[in-house]
């Protein structure tokens, strides 16, 4: 305790940026303390290692997408870590390929429709009024569709590529971002300190930008990070029925559909891409839950 | 006239709402010399804060809604000006300590950011000069400027008070809207909030509408009083007048509500009955369900604003009729 009131203040005499870092390191020293959220951040950490190496530990040529009819529907072994599929290709070569497609479209996906959802939310709940009946009427309306089937409208009439299929998931979650914000900005806003800050003269803008905002974002972060295994899952849903990324690419949805054929004799084809995407979904979660509350500086012990 | 700061004429603003109208402030005038420090005084619900409000603009609309009147300051009237002439106001020529600091401070800012936010927009200083001016404030009001990193949460109620007094008079206002600054603070810290804002307001030369429903305070603190019922000025004094001389029943009410200490007395005698339900106010004065002096009249005529002498204003039939009388002969 006596070394972090020293450390506050030393930053307090340095300059603005070194103040901000404290802010952060002290979030971070509150997230180290749960447990469960820094085993959520270990696994991403791997997940995300594994995807950024993934050409180094296997040839994305050569082994995730070469087929070899000889090894085909092969259990793990030393050769194949975890077996090879229906095709002869080693799947823990495919699965950390695909990890990169995974991971890509869950946190782009999870990008726009925060930044789209997030900033109609946050109007829609500060302003009120017609505008606020406008923006969520309108949001109800994609709301009513389920957003799988939004998603494969999307990339059916724009056709199937990678950024079509991260633009549709965004798109089909903005509703689900809009009405947490809209709900947690109006919370926030009738609290006094934004009134205070209106009474200092700040414009709409700085209030719901400064005041507004980081108060809301809480719930906002716990909803991004379970939004991008959504995001994980809804790729996964797409591929399975064959609309996500275009073949051979390997993606955890498309193995698990590719594989189904095979789940009496060869289930190992199915249940690892299907563990995968269970892990990083709780990792996702848990890291989500952690964050929520170590940037909540009300908790603070 | 010409030395007011704030001059307030007729105000009325109504909350619209399903149920009906709120007739929160009726007609009230007010009127605020430079360096001066105003209390206003009344029940839970007389429309103090509404009051407050008015003057920076910041009524909630809707529901509410000023409807009529006129509030001079600087000989400007607001109530005309600009959503951004009022921006340019609000904070740096007017500005406002709220009632509870635990609520009225930005839980996820440092204070020293929070105070440098009003020096910012108005002084039009970089965000480095601005943090250094908050520093200054923040040593002004006794709190070691090392704290500026620090959040809200990190202190003491009565410190957070400080730091709102902090961040109202950061920008040297001249009128400074204190609505029940000590009403969330224990009696100790009371004192010392309420001497840290008697000094810094000569220090700055600032005028001061103290909003309060403890009458100790006003006495402690302000030079006019100013006592509100139902949305309207019923008695206006000097402080020495209306410690001295209440005049209106009402008034008188409060003073008969607090024990004294020099008198033995058995029993207080509070006012009988609540404030009237604000949506219908009862017809001629406003009080006199409640007034143990009513007379017929009361309940018809409504009374008008007298000078009983020496600028003590009262608004009550009961000094109506003696100067009418006195005006007959």
Redesign the interface.
């Known amino acids: 305790m006596n070394s972090d009131v020293a450390t506050k203040n030393n930053a307090s005499t340095k300059t603005k940026s070194k103040k901000k870092r404290s802010q952060w390191s002290e979030v971070w020293r509150r997230l180290k303390q749960n447990k469960m959220a820094m085993a959520g951040l270990v696994i991403l950490t791997i997940l995300v290692l594994l995807a950024v190496f993934a050409d180094v530990i296997a040839d994305y040529d050569e082994v995730a997408i070469k087929q070899n009819a000889a090894v085909r529907l092969q259990g793990p072994s030393k050769d194949h870590w975890l077996g090879t599929d229906n095709l002869g290709r080693d799947i823990f070569a495919r699965m950390i390929h695909g990890a990169r497609i995974s991971l890509m479209v869950g946190i782009v996906a999870v990008s726009i429709a925060i930044l789209i959802g997030g900033t109609l939310g946050a109007i829609a709940g500060f302003y009120g009024g017609k505008v606020d009946n406008i923006i969520m009427r309108f949001m109800d309306v994609f709301l009513a569709i389920p957003s799988i089937l939004l998603a494969i409208a999307i990339v059916g009439a724009l056709g199937q590529n990678l950024f079509n299929l991260m633009l549709a998931i965004g798109v089909s979650s903005i509703p689900g971002f809009a009405r947490i914000v809209r709900a947690s900005v109006l919370t926030v806003k009738d609290q006094e300190f934004v009134e205070a800050a209106r009474a200092i003269g700040a414009t709409d803008t700085r209030i719901i930008i400064k005041h507004i905002i980081p108060n809301a974002l809480a719930p906002v972060i716990v909803q991004g990070t379970l939004g991008v295994a959504g995001a994980i899952l809804s790729t996964a849903g797409l591929s399975f029925i064959g609309l996500g990324v275009p073949k051979p690419r390997p993606e955890w949805g498309a193995m698990l559909s590719d594989g189904r054929q095979f789940l009496r004799n060869a289930s190992h084809i199915t249940t690892f891409p299907g563990l995968a995407i269970v892990i990083t979904i709780l990792a996702l979660n848990l890291l989500g839950d952690g964050l929520r509350d170590a940037l909540d500086p009300r908790l603070k012990q | 006239m010409d030395n007011n700061i704030l001059d307030i004429k007729d105000l009325k603003v109504n909350y619209i709402t399903d149920e009906g109208t709120v007739q929160a402030v009726n007609g009230l005038n007010i009127s605020l010399k430079k360096g001066e420090s105003l209390g206003l005084v009344g029940e839970t619900g007389a429309g103090k804060t509404t009051t407050a409000l008015s003057v920076?603009r910041?009524i909630p609309n809707?529901p509410g809604k000023i409807e009529n009147g006129e509030i001079y300051f600087e000989g400007k009237n607001l109530l005309e000006a600009s959503e951004e002439e009022?921006?340019?106001?609000?904070?740096?020529k007017i500005?406002?300590i709220?009632?509870?600091p635990m609520?009225?401070?930005?839980?996820?800012?440092?204070v020293g950011e929070q105070i440098a936010?009003?020096i910012e927009?108005?002084q039009g200083l970089d965000?480095?000069k601005s943090?250094e001016k908050a520093k200054e404030m923040l040593e002004l009001v006794g709190i070691p400027?090392?704290r500026?990193?620090?959040?809200p949460?990190q202190f003491s109620g009565g410190m957070k008070q400080r730091v709102?007094i902090a961040?109202a008079l950061s920008c040297n206002p001249l009128l400074l809207i204190a609505d029940e600054p000590t009403t969330a603070l224990d009696v100790t810290i009371q004192a010392q909030v309420l001497d840290l804002m008697n000094d810094l307001k000569e220090k700055f030369d600032t005028s001061m509408i103290l909003i309060t429903h403890d009458l100790g305070i006003v006495a402690e603190t302000c030079d006019k009083v100013a006592v509100m019922y139902a949305g309207e000025i019923i008695e206006f004094a000097t402080l020495e007048q209306l410690f001295t001389e209440p005049k209106h029943p009402y008034t008188k009410g409060l003073f008969g509500s607090i024990p004294n200490l020099e008198e033995d007395v058995d029993r207080l005698k509070p006012i009988r009955g609540l404030m009237p339900d604000p949506t219908n106010l009862p017809k001629g004065c406003t009080f006199h369900p409640r007034c143990p002096e009513a007379k017929e009249t009361c309940k018809k005529r409504e009374p008008v604003s007298i000078d009983t002498g020496n600028s003590h204003m009262v608004k009550c039939l009961l000094y109506e009729e003696v100067s009418q009388s006195e005006g007959a002969k």
Do not use: A, W, Y
């Open positions: 920076l910041l809707p009022m921006r340019h106001i609000r904070g740096n500005s406002m709220f009632q509870d609520t009225s401070l930005n839980p996820v800012m440092t936010e009003g927009i108005h965000k480095q943090m400027k090392e500026s990193v620090d959040f949460h709102v961040i």
